[in-house]
């Protein structure tokens, strides 16, 4: 955090130091990027990627959707629009924030975006079959995303019956987790790991991670076999 000089924040294990949350999802021909945050540009550069087919947005807070604008290397590249996959909140969101790419008359070097209109519905980005999971952000709803046996979410607080139902039989669960204490529109630690345990999934990473949760490295020893804190660079093979 910006002018903190706690013990996470003045670490020099690697582990506590992040930046803003997001996944890269790869398969042999596919890649997507589930949400753009302030550090897109700098997570893009850091982990090389060349060749990005789409972007999911989770939910409009700007820790999700502020670095959309750099998409625009992309385009150059590939001389084609990215491909944004959102729901209509989100939508509305993204084309007020960056009123630039959508207005009527453009100027050269503006991102170019190709929105899909996302719900419930499953759906497929190149041959990456997609379930969105609804989940609660006190009330906004967010968008959770199963692929395969790979479930991520985050920017939860709470999630309903039938939607839990959809990330049951997952391998891996990535899960948002703030802090040890209670958050408003968060799950805390304890929360997040007895939702891991009431899911059975096997093995689960804890994101979204505030430097009020203390030192990965003590954090991470005290969780249950199978539950760890993610870090960034952390890769996961389903
Ligand atoms: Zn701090
Ligand atoms: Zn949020
Ligand atoms: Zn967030």
């Not at 087919?53 to 939910?59: C, P, Q, R």
Request: charged share 25%; hydrophobic share 40%.
């Amino acid at each position: 955090m910006i002018g903190c000089d706690c013990e996470v924040c003045t670490s020099t294990d690697k582990k506590d130091n992040r930046l803003r949350s997001s996944i890269l999802v790869q398969s042999k021909t596919t890649t997507i990027v589930v949400d753009t945050t302030p550090d897109f540009r700098y997570q893009m550069l850091r982990a090389n990627v060349k060749h990005l087919d789409a972007v999911l947005f989770t939910h409009p807070h700007k820790d999700h959707i502020a670095g959309l604008d750099d998409v625009r290397a992309y385009n150059f590249f590939s001389k084609k629009p990215m491909e944004v996959y959102a729901n209509e909140m989100t939508q509305q969101a993204v084309k007020k924030e960056f009123h630039y790419a959508f207005a009527e008359k453009t100027y050269p070097g503006i991102p170019k975006i190709n929105f899909h209109t996302i719900d419930l519905e499953p759906f497929i980005v190149g041959d990456i079959p997609v379930i969105p999971v609804l989940v609660y952000h006190i009330q906004m709803p967010v968008l959770g995303f199963r692929f395969g046996d790979f479930t991520y979410i985050t920017d939860a607080k709470t999630i309903e019956e039938d939607e839990m139902q959809k990330i049951r039989g997952s391998e891996v669960l990535t899960l948002n987790a703030l802090r040890k204490e209670e958050h408003i529109s968060h799950f805390s630690l304890p929360q997040a790991v007895d939702l891991v345990k009431e899911l059975g999934i096997p093995s689960a990473y804890f994101t979204h991670i505030s430097h009020q949760m203390g030192k990965h490295s003590e954090v991470n020893k005290a969780l249950p076999e199978g539950m760890q804190l993610a870090w960034d660079g952390l890769c996961v093979t389903v």
